[in-house]
Every structure is written in C-alpha cells, then in structure tokens.
C-alpha cells in the first residue's frame, strides 16, 4: 500500500486516486496519526498531501522527523514539500513569493528521477503563500519558477522527493508522469493494481463474512447499490435477497431497469415494494426542501424495516447482514472530517434502523466512484447502469420546487426523459457530470403556443461537469442540442411553456435545486 497523508483540503483524495489510476493501491490516513502507526501499515511510499496551512501558522499540522528515517520513500506535494524541507532543515519562509494557479516551472534536472523524459518548460498549478529557499543538506534542488528559487528537490539515496506544486490536478501538464517516476522509479513499486483483484479479494471477503447466513441488500437504481449487489450475488449467490423500494420519484423507465436489467444480469432474487401512494401521501402539502428529504428520508426507513421483517419471517432469523454500497469517499469523510457544514442532509438507501441488528456488508469501502464502474463492468451488469450518472436518493421529489404531486411527477419524468435522450443522442453523456432537470411548480410565465395565450411552468436544466460534485461547472452544451431540448419539451410536456438554462457553478449554487 501507498499511504497519502491527508493535510486537509481535499487534496489528499484527489492524489489516493492517482496514484490508483496509476495501478497502485493506495490509502488515505490522517496527518495526525502516529508515525508508528503509519509504519506499522508497512508502506511501500508515502506522499504529503498540500493543505491549507502555512508550516508557521499556530497550530499547523507537522510530522515526526521519524518518518523521513524510516528508509521509505516519501514524496511531498505543496504543504508536504514545505514540511518535508523545514522538518530536514531546509529554509522556508514568507518571502512575498506567492503564487496561485497556472505557473511556469522550470525544470532544471531534465534526468532526475522525477522529471526523466519530461521538459525543461512545463505548466504547473501553484497554491501557496511561503516558500522554499534552501533545499535541507544532501538534496539537489530539481526545478524552479520565475519567484521561487526550490520548487522541487530530491535526495535520491534517501529516497526522498518534494514538489511546491500540486502535481495531481489536471492543469500540471506532467504531473501523473511525475508521479509515476516517484512511485515506479523512486520508491520502485510495480503497477499491478487492478480491479480484476478487487473482486477476487471481496468475492472471498464476502464468503468469509457471511458464511452460510444470508444478506439483504437495498438496491436504489444507482450504480454503487448495484455493483455492491452484484459483488455479493456473485460470492453468496441465492442468500442474497435485494429490495427495492419504489418510492413513485424515480425517473422514467428506471424502476422497469432494476427489475429487468440488473435481474437479467446478476440472476439476483429480487422484492420489489411498491410505496408510490404512501410517499405521496406523506409528501402532500409540503414545499419545504429539508423537510421533503426528511420524509422521504423516513418512509424510505420504514418501508424497508417492514420489507426485512417479511424476508426475516419468510427466510428465517437467519439473515444477519446488509449490504452497503459505501464508497471510499464517504468513509475518509466520516472518520476525518470534522466540523463539514451540513449543507443538505443527504439520504442514503438501507438507513439502517436502531432496533435490527444487522452486521453490514460494504463491499466498496475502499473504491472511488470510477473504480465501482470498472468493477460493475467486470461483473457483466449493462453499461445503462454501471455508466449511469448520479442521482439523489430522495429523487424527483427534490426536484419539483413546490408541492410534490403525481400530476408534477409525470410532467418532470416526460421532460427529464426528452433532455436524457437528446442529451445521450448528441453524445454528451461523458462529457457532463448529471443533468438535473427541474420543474419550477410554484412559477408561472405568459406564453404563447399556436394562437393561444399560455400561462405555464418553466423547466430548468441544469447541466454541469464535474470530478466530485464537491464542485462543479455549468456544462457548455451546444446550442443545437440546448434548442433541441427545448423546442421538444415545450412541445410535447403540456402545461411548460420555457425552458431555462441554469449558468451557475457550485459554489455558490448547488448541483440540485433543493
Ligand atoms: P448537491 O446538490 O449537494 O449535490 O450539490 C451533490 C451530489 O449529490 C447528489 N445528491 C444526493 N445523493 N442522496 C444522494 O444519494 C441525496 O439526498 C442527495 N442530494 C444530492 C446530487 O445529485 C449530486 O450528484
């Protein structure tokens, strides 16, 4: 394994992931975490994530020099290389030298371990206050910029490399090949991570976990709950039950895609409840966000205690396990994130109810989002669901900005479905993240169709492309498939008269509308 050292903002998850694509398995582990510890994992590297801090600032995260003598190699990045070089004795300070974004770096060892068969110009994306002006003794300072005179160092007996720059976004042109030659050439790791293991070592995970017991697993139509099924299906065949509660806010065709496709794939057993009518019930009169995704957040809990109860009767006291499909992300977000604004309480499927006791299953644990499709692929399940894009648990139901009714429900699915299908007939797929499509119920605009005058709702589409949804971009889709869209849904969804196109990137605006 490779550990990341995670030293805040996000970077950390950003590089673990790299370094995968770079066929290593890697694991993030908190900057606070005892250097023994970190050893006693038996790293074959470790990388220094940036952070936030200056290295001087009160209260800014350091390291025990113990980890530099280890004989692991170690690469640090941005705050990791500062602290990598105050800690061995190098100089770092706050000179005005400040550089943010796009930069000029110039690598002046073109045969370093690093830099090997890079150029000696190349773009690098900058985000720091201090700087480095004296590499610690013993290392061969490797590259600088127009105000930094050490923007990357080696010590290649020790084993030991730093860059200032963030070599794992996209906008540093070389900055997967650098990383490469540290995992590959500096630390001498051979890439053969793949996910063909990945299933293997969970396949035997599950059968060792579960036993000859049994597991549910609640399937949500999307592509984690899905491939997690499809892992425990293939390691404990017919003791797995799924369910999948139809709560009436899916989109259109999708509740036909659980039942038939992913069946037909997996061979799964599979309980399909219908709740549409008591989710509509519980969700009449309400226009309020949060308190929409509580309810639906709440029958979604007890429709599914009740469905375990009737498979716990049917199969017997014997089905102890629950299948979860919880992703490497929302486990480094658990255990180090603290104080993260609850900025909409999000709603994952098989909440898991106090009073049954259930051991869980959760099979992903260790993988990013791409990762599960790669593993989804491998399992056979069609390409509609392992390539399909996010959507939220609560559903449609979050996308009707007002009152949730059945009439509002169809009219968004026939809309949501026109923009799906332009969307997928222009190619775009790949390139945009989700396309959220939204009914302003509440709003109401003049139009005019045929000879008549209307006073319709407007639709929003809200297209946007990003590598997390921690932030995103408003996709620029071309004006023929935006007015294709258009033209279709007002002509075909009665009662919508205008589509809009929603321009706002996240922050400040959100991915979904509520
Ligand atoms: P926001 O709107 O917070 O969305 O920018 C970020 C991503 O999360 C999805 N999303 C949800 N997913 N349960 C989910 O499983 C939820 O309650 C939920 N709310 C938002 C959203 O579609 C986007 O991909």
Redesign the pocket.
């Known amino acids: 394994v490779v550990l990341v050292v995670d030293f805040g903002a996000q970077y950390a998850q950003l590089i673990a992931r790299r370094v995968r694509e770079a066929r290593v398995y890697s694991e993030i582990v908190p900057s606070t975490m005892p250097v023994a510890e970190m050893l006693a994992k038996n790293p074959r590297a470790i990388i220094l994530s940036g952070g936030p801090s200056s290295v001087y600032a009160e209260g800014a995260p350091s390291l025990d020099r113990a980890l530099f003598e280890a004989g692991v190699p170690v690469f640090g990045m941005c705050y990791g290389f500062q602290l990598m070089a105050t800690t061995l004795g190098g100089t770092v300070d706050d000179n005005g030298a400040r550089e943010y974004g796009r930069t000029a770096l110039a690598v002046s060892k073109a045969g370093s371990t690093l830099f090997e068969g890079t150029p000696t110009e190349q773009s690098v994306w900058m985000s720091h206050g201090d700087a480095c002006s004296a590499a610690p003794e013993g290392f061969t300072v490797t590259a600088s910029t127009d105000v930094v005179p050490v923007a990357a160092f080696e010590n290649d007996e020790k084993k030991l490399y730093g860059v200032q720059y963030h070599p794992e976004v996209l906008h540093s042109t070389h900055g997967q090949q650098v990383l490469e030659h540290f995992l590959y050439r500096g630390a001498g790791i051979e890439p053969n991570w793949t996910t063909t293991n990945v299933v293997e070592e969970q396949v035997a995970a599950i059968r060792a976990q579960v036993g000859d017991k049994r597991a549910i697993c609640g399937l949500?139509g999307?592509v984690d709950s899905a491939v997690a099924a499809a892992l425990v299906q293939k390691a404990i065949g017919s003791q797995l039950t799924c369910v999948y509660v139809d709560h009436g806010l899916m989109r259109k065709g999708e509740t036909e895609q659980v039942e038939k496709d992913f069946v037909a794939a997996t061979g799964a057993k599979l309980v399909v409840v219908d709740a549409e009518k008591r989710f509509l019930d519980a969700l009449a009169g309400v226009s309020d966000p949060e308190q929409k995704?509580k309810i639906i957040?709440r029958e979604f809990i007890r429709v599914f205690e009740q469905a375990q109860l009737e498979i716990l009767q049917e199969d017997g006291p014997e089905v102890a396990f629950l299948v979860q499909g919880t992703l490497y992300p929302d486990v480094v977000e658990s255990g180090g994130g603290t104080g993260t604004a609850n900025?909409?309480?999000?709603?994952?499927?098989g909440g898991l109810p106090d009073d049954i006791e259930f051991e869980l299953v959760e099979p992903l644990r260790q993988l990013f989002k791409d990762e599960v499709r790669m593993v989804g692929q491998e399992l056979g399940l069609p390409e509609e669901i392992v390539q399909r894009?996010?959507?939220?648990?609560?559903g449609l139901g979050?996308r009707i900005v007002g009152e949730v009714t059945k009439e509002r429900l169809d009219l968004l699915r026939d809309a949501d479905a026109i923009a799906r299908e332009e969307l997928t007939r222009a190619g775009l797929d790949r390139d945009i993240?989700?396309c959220?499509v939204v009914l302003l119920a509440d709003v109401r605009s003049v139009g005019v169709q045929g000879d008549g005058r209307t006073y319709g709702h407007p639709i929003v589409l809200r297209p946007v492309s990003?590598e997390d949804?921690?932030t995103?971009d408003w996709s620029r889709l071309p004006y023929e498939t935006l007015a294709k869209i258009s033209t279709r849904i007002t002509n075909e969804v009665a009662d919508v008269n205008r589509v809009v196109l929603d321009v706002t990137s996240?922050p400040p605006?959100?991915?979904?509308?509520?």
């Open positions: 949500s999307g995704r957040g900025i909409k309480s999000h709603h994952n499927v894009q996010p959507f939220p648990g609560p979050i993240w989700q959220p990003s949804a921690m995103a996240k605006g959100t991915i979904e509308w509520e």
